[in-house]
Every structure is written in structure tokens, then in C-alpha cells.
């Protein structure tokens, strides 16, 4: 009989564990049942070669049995005969784990895929047949095109187009005297945020349309300081005392963030519709505030000012504070977006760059828009052909092309929005919409003159033509369509092409004003069972038809949320008002995924 050794502590691990045959007595308790790990192992590494006394399978010679508690004792009947302690595999068994999303220690990195598949294919045909689909359709052929979906999403590589005729399911919002801002509504599809001018923030219930509750302007205390950059910011004041320019809501519905002219960040808290806390003075920016964005899936938010600086907040109940500064732009802060990586992405404005932020490196990216310079040229590596003269014909047509270009090179860059996390498009004042990637730094593509031009007619020059800036622009998170808004009375839907190298239009949907604030999103599809707008009757036929739609498409229809208004959100260099209303659009699509 061998001896056990003091010093032999540690347990063997599969992956060093010996073919010796390691005998041991099973129990009669241990002959009940299979666990699903035996059976998991007999189908992977062959058919059993045995059956031991008492029932238990038997996998490469080595016998094993399901232990119902981790912590059980060996058994008083083992047979000292069949081999001592040495010869006895101690590693504890587990329950089964098909059944049970606890971990194990001695689970092997195999295993636990396994074990995360199939709980997550168990997940996959709940969902689907929670009132969707009968049992009878949960087949391969579904659960394999749902795997394929959440694969394809996961990749930020979901493909989606929008029809090429004008949505028929559009709800139209009126509530604020002066332009509208901003307009945000919650990843759940339960409330719509809209601000304006007139300094009022108002909540609204997405599903039905319904105003719930008005945050007013508030008349500020002390009205005998003079000169607003030089006065005190207030921070006991329960709201805004000037226009609100910019809203955020965290992902999980809970927070509102507003800011604008009066230089605070005000967090407000949805369900109880109170005001939690405002930032400013020291630890808050030094001019208006025109850009806010939470990072996906946490409280953690990014703020841009007119005083050329990026601030990092945490709402987190537990911290709810300030903490950090970026520096790094020359101009006014325009715009500002953020994904789930800790980075986030922003534009200066006239100093004509979009900068990608690594947070936690605390480094950043410097891409250049504007136009072709001959000194850049020569900085980024060179001049090209036709600018050294190699054709005499190719540099006098080059010439005319820069001539041409030069009427409309861009001098600001207005927006951004991040479609993955090395992704991203931003519009200027120039008419071009620019598709970027962090491993280039010039455009990967470049759409020219992408709302036209405008037209105003002179005594003395005639018909002049200027092309419109890009006043907002929105992407679908991790998909491949891109929205982008100016005054021509449209809204622009762009398909990505799958490599992400360009995009092209799809198609328009009428807006009239300017576009101030855009918004893409796909709201769960209890939104659209419940929306009186989209269903006018919650019949069953309806709930049929929907049913269908998400069979054969995969995706859940996306809202296209527009904040609309007879002026410019910063200032008022336009003023649109035939047709005009400032308001908010929310328009329904129903995409498919492309095969």
C-alpha cells in the first residue's frame, strides 16, 4: 500500500495527469446519476470502455463520480485494497454546470466555453420562444441565424439598409418656443429629452408622445452682477439660468445630464424627475458648455466647452464627482462622442482637427481636416506626381481641381459620432462628411458637398453658391448607417460599405429647419409592442406582423430622433421660418440584415 508524502499538496491538473488507471471505490450514492461532465467527455474522447460495480462510467480507464456536494467526505467503505491515497484522483467533482452558471476552479478554459455555450444557446431558445415563436419553429435554422446576428453585432459589423420609400410611423413633438438643441431618448425607448433656447428641459413619454414633466428656466438669484463670463456661477440654484445646449442619458435610463450657456453641468435623476447636483466654478468649465456624451454602459460622462477643454465626470452614486481635465484643442469645443472603450472622440472647431482620447494612456490623436495644403503635403511625407510636374497635363488639370477646391475648403469641422471604437465620421462647415479610422490619419473617404449648396441671390455678384455645413451627424452604434442633418429640409440616411472604406446614400426624410441634434437608436422590442404611434391598436394582428418582421429580419426596427429648429443651436446666423417649427421628429425604419 503506498504512503501518502506530507509535502504532496497541490491537486494534478488534467492537462499533466498521467494515463496510469487511478482506481477508486465508488459509493452507492455516487451510482445515481451521470453528470453532464461525464457525458460531455465519453462523447469527446470516445465511447466507455466499461461500467464499474456500481453503475458509474468509466472514460480512459479512469472512473469517475458525480459528487452532489463539493465539500463531501470519502466515503468509510473505501477499500484500502484498491490503492492508497496516492493513486486516488482528489479533485472534487462538480454539479452540473450545464444547468448552473456557477464557475468551478477546476474548470479547464474548455470546459467553461462549453459550459457559457450552452447556457447561452439555452438563453437564445427562451427568448425565442417567450412569446414570439412557438416551440415548433425554434429549429437550427432560427437559432443559427439569431447566432449569427448577435456574432455580426458583438463585431460591430452588422449590416443594416433603410428602404428606399419615405417611413410612414413619425411622431412630431411641440413643446418649446425657441429652437430646439438637443434631443436624446433613453436605450430602453421610455423617455424622450428635448431642450431649447428658451432655457426649459422636457421630458416626454417616447412610447405615446405624452409631455410628462417641464424643467424650467430658473431666474438666477442676484441680478445686479453684471456681465455673465465675469459672474459667479451659482451652483445652489436647482436648474439652468440660460439657454440649455446640450443633453446626455446614461444607458441604463437612470441619470440626465444638461449643460449650456450659464457654464453648469446639471445631473438630474428620470424616474423621480428631481435635480441631483450641479458642477461649475473650479470644478467646472470656464465658458458655455456645448457637448456631452456618457460612455456606453456606465455613469462615467464627457463634457466639452468653449474653453477649448474636455472634463471627465463620474456620476456613480457612490462617487457622483470630478476627474479629470483634457487639453489639447485651439478652438471651441463643438462635439462630443463616446462608445464603451475608455476613449472618446471630439472636434475643435476652427482648429480644424478631430481628436481620439485614450484616457487611462492619457494620450491622444490628432486627425487634420481642411483643405489640401502644399506645406502639409510636403510634412506628411511628400508631394504626389502631379504637384511635382512628372505631366504637364495632369498639373494643369490638378490646378484647375485646386482652384476649384479651394472655394470650398473647410474651415471648421462641426460634429462627430463614433461608429466602432476605431471608427468615425464628422461633418463641416465645408458640406463634406468624412469617414475616419484611428490607423489613418487623413480621411478614409470623404463625401463632398453631401447636403448641397445654397443659393442666394446678389445685386452685384449674382447667384452665389456656398455649400451647407453639416450641422449634426448620428450612427447607429456598431452598424453601418450614418445620418447627417443640415437646413435643406432633409435628414440623409448613408450606408457604410461592409469594409468600411466609403459610404453612399440611401435615402431622405423630410425635416424642415435646421438639424440641430440627430440620434440613431434601437430600443428593445417591447418599445415597439407598446408604442400608440408605430401600433395604433395593440391587436394581435399587429403583434403578429411584428413577429414576423423580426423573424425575417433579425433586427429590431431603429428611431431616428431629430431635434429641429428655426435657428442654429450657437447662434442665429440663420433664420428659417416658412414651414418651420421647432419641435423634435422621431421617425420608425424597419431594417434587414443583408445576406
Known sequence: MPIAHANKSFMPDAFFTSSKPRKRKRTDSGAKGSSSR?????SRKGPPQGLAKHGSSKVNNVQKTKRRVADEELSEHTDEGEGGIDDMDLRAEEEDLGASGEEDDEETPAEKRLRLAKLYLESVKESLADGEFDAAEIDKEL????????????????????ADSVPTKVLRTRGHRFSVTSAVASESGKHLFTSGKEGAIIQWDLATGKRLMTFHKVRPPNLKEKGKGKAQVDLSVKGHTDEVLALAVSGDGQYLASAGKDRKLVVWDVEKGEWIKAFGGNLGHKDTISALSFRK???????????????VYDLSPSVMGYVETLFGHQDHILSVDALRGETCVSVGGRDKTVRYWKIVEETQLVFRGGGRSRIREVMDGGLRGDDEGDDPDEGIEGARAAETVKKFIEGSIEC??????????????????????????????????AHGFNEVHSETEGLIRTPRWITSVASLRYSDVIASG????????WKLDPKLKSFSLVGTIPAPGVVNSLQLLSPPP????????????????????????????????ILLIAGMGQ??????????????????????FSPRTLP
Open 38 to 42: 461525464s457525458a460531455i467527455k465519453s
Open 143 to 162: 437559432i443559427s441565424a439569431r447566432l449569427k446576428q448577435d456574432v455580426l453585432e458583438h463585431s460591430g459589423k452588422v449590416h443594416l439598409f433603410v
Open 297 to 311: 454602459g456606465t455613469h462615467q460622462l464627457y463634457t466639452g466647452s468653449f474653453d477649448r477643454t474636455l472634463k
Open 416 to 449: 462627430v459620432a463614433m461608429i466602432d471604437e476605431t471608427t468615425f465620421v464628422s461633418g463641416g462647415d465645408s458640406g463634406s462628411l468624412c469617414l475616419w479610422s484611428t490607423l489613418k490619419k487623413k480621411p478614409v473617404f470623404t463625401q463632398a458637398l
Open 486 to 493: 443640415s437646413w435643406e429640409g432633409d435628414v440623409r440616411i
Open 526 to 557: 417591447e418599445f415597439f409592442k407598446r408604442s400608440t404611434w408605430i401600433n395604433p391598436s395593440a391587436t394581435e394582428s399587429n403583434e403578429q406582423d411584428s413577429s414576423a418582421l423580426i423573424r425575417k429580419g433579425g433586427t429590431q426596427p
Open 567 to 588: 435657428e442654429h443651436r450657437f447662434g442665429r446666423w440663420l433664420n428659417l421660418k416658412e414651414g418651420v417649427v421647432n419641435g423634435t421628429i422621431v421617425v420608425a
